[in-house]
Nanobody, 130 residues
Framework: VNLVESGGGLVQAGGSLRLSCVAS????????MAWFRQAPGKEREFVAS????????YYTDSVKGRFTISSDNAQNTVYLQMNSLKPEDTAVYYC????????????????????????WGQGTQVIVSS
């Protein structure tokens, strides 16, 4: 599975961005899609995940109520709508998937477990200025 992200950029605090992730290849082999992020000097962290089959979505506490993950299965695309952005949201955002990990499972994965997630995009930079 190949994942390609887009939609990052520079935005002022309080603004919005929508990230997109287009999947290609053996997309039928994966159900869970997720967004992770990595800020400078910090470990990669979970942001949100979704099950393509039933639409169940999970979020880290810091983005609940501000970010929305959605999936367009016909287009093999996952979106992350980010509203009310804060400077602390500045990071490289990665689209991630794995055939053996559920959407819920991605939400509770430890930093050391991330290495086992099979498919990663190249990342898209989000910068939120204060």
């Amino acid at each position: 599975v190949n994942l390609v992200e887009s939609g990052g950029g520079l935005v002022q605090a309080g603004g919005s961005l929508r990230l997109s992730c287009v999947a290609s290849g053996r997309t039928f082999s994966v159900d869970a899609m997720a967004w992770f992020r990595q800020a400078p000097g910090k470990e990669r962290e979970f942001v949100a995940s979704i099950s393509k089959s039933d639409g169940s979505a999970y979020y880290t506490d810091s983005v609940k109520g501000r970010f929305t993950i959605s999936s367009d299965n016909a287009q093999n695309t996952v979106y992350l709508q980010m509203n009310s952005l804060k400077p602390e949201d500045t990071a490289v955002y990665y689209c991630v998937s794995d055939p053996l990990t559920s959407a819920q499972g991605m939400g509770v994965m430890t930093a050391s477990g991330l290495a086992h997630l099979q498919y990663w995009g190249q990342g898209t930079q989000v910068i939120v200025s204060s």
